[in-house]
């Protein structure tokens, strides 16, 4: 008989850990989920963080906690530094003690964007954010303190759940006519549900070649390129003009190119990554049923 393997998720209420609830129906009984959220397990205290673990016997931590503000991080950057390195230097030192293979959600904003081929793992970081910054010392940590790790590098999160720049697309699309996005920043938006199918699919396959790995969608837009397709495909009708980054001033400055390649985790995992435009549709279709 197959042994049942126990994973635990910390930030278990926010976007990616939503979409991961969203799933686990899906998956056989071989695999059991905790949920976790901020109250019942905070990542920046040691204490519960090392109770948990102990005393639970996980065989696996998905963390989806995480500071996410990239604008707010510049005012705030004791608290990005706290969850994002602290709260993820007490995951990595609980999970080694307890054998515990912890999986690790990081950016693309890890990257300064000044390449224009796609990100390997192997390439050089070098954040041009405080949250990229952050996220980059939590990687650091995790690698520094255990050995049995995954650190997933994504972009451009979306989903039906959460904040994120499809459901405010899809907001203000409805209350204003005309609208302005950036062009000059190239990435991948990335399905959340598929992220989250994917950190399942390491788990049940049990694999052992742990490290860093980039996982996206498919394909390279910009964000006015994505906006333009989540208009389209959700049949709202508004004025899209595209913009350069300089005519959308915002506190904290964001990668132009920070496209990833994906070859390791494809082959490992023998994936077959969906585009993000047919994502993209999947995505509305779930949002319009959850509002139904
Ligand atoms: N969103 C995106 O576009 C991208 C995200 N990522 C990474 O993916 C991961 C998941 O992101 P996403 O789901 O979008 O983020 P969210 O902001 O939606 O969720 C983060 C969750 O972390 C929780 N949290 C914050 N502080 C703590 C803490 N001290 N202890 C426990 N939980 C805490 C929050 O809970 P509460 O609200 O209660 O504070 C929230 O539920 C993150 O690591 C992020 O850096 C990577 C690339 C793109
Ligand atoms: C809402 C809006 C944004 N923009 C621009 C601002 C910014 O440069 C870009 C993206 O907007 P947002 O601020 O919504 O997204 P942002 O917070 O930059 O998204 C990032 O979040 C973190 C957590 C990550 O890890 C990254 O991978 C990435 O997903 O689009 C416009 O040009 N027009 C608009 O109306």
Redesign the pocket.
């Known amino acids: 008989m197959q042994a049942i393997k126990k994973v635990l998720i910390?930030?278990g209420?926010?976007?990616?850990?939503t979409a991961i609830k969203s799933i686990v129906h899906t998956v056989n009984d071989s695999i059991q989920f905790k949920f976790t959220?901020?109250d019942d397990?905070?990542?920046?205290n040691y204490e519960s963080v090392w109770d948990f673990l102990n005393q639970k016997n996980f065989d696996y931590c998905i963390n989806?906690?995480?500071?996410?503000h990239v604008d707010k991080a510049g005012d705030d950057s004791d608290l990005a530094l706290l969850?994002n390195e602290e709260?993820v230097k007490n995951l990595a030192q609980a999970c080694h003690k307890t054998e515990t293979v912890l999986l690790h959600?990081?950016?693309?904003f890890v990257f300064d964007g000044q390449q224009n081929v796609p990100y390997l793992e192997t390439d050089r970081a070098n954040p041009v954010s405080i949250y990229g910054h952050s996220?980059f010392k939590g990687e650091q940590q995790i690698v520094r303190n255990m050995e049995r790790y995954f650190i997933i590098r994504?972009?451009?999160?979306y989903s039906a759940y959460?904040?994120?720049f499809f459901k405010s697309m899809l907001k203000y699309g409805a209350e204003r006519n005309q609208l302005s996005v950036v062009f000059d920043q190239v990435g991948t938006p990335t399905s959340?549900h598929d992220l989250a199918a994917v950190l399942i699919k390491m788990i049940s396959k049990g694999v052992k070649d742990y490290g860093i790995y980039h996982y996206s969608n498919e394909g390279v837009a910009s964000w006015y390129d994505f906006a333009s397709a989540i208009f389209e495909i959700n049949d709202i009708s508004v004025n899209l003009r595209p913009i350069r980054s300089k005519e959308y001033p915002l506190p904290a400055e964001r990668p132009a190119y920070s496209v990833m390649d994906k070859s390791k985790i494809k082959k490992v995992l023998g994936l077959d990554i969906p585009h993000w435009t047919s994502s993209l549709v999947e995505v509305s279709n779930v949002f319009k049923k959850e509002r139904e």
């Open positions: 910390t930030g209420s926010g976007q990616l850990g959220d901020s397990l905070d990542i920046t989806c906690a995480a500071y996410t969850i709260g959600i990081s950016t693309d996220k994504t972009s451009w999160l959460g904040h994120n959340a």
